[in-house]
């Protein structure tokens, strides 16, 4: 019974998702206690929306990823490293298209 009360108070009311990587960003940048004044960069938005498309790619139905999403992600990365610059532009742009797009 104690542990479901620790479990219980640690539970926070849910809050609104981010409508779009630049709001996620800057949840981001909060959570992590970055400086005021602190800005979604391009890059930043471009390496979130990566991530992101491995985290809904490979969650559950409870939206949790299993110990395999960094495994993941470095594959992902790996793939990434294999192709062209111009290749590699266009797989950021669209992933940040689709951010946007779908949100």
Known sequence: MIYLKMQVSFVSEKKAEPDN???LGEVIINKLGASAGTKVTLALAARIAFLHKIYVDN???KGVCDDSFWEH???ELGNLQKQERRQISMHVTFLLLHFFIAN
């Open 21 to 23: 990587i630049l709001q």
């Open 59 to 61: 969650h559950d139905e």
């Open 73 to 75: 992600v470095d594959k």
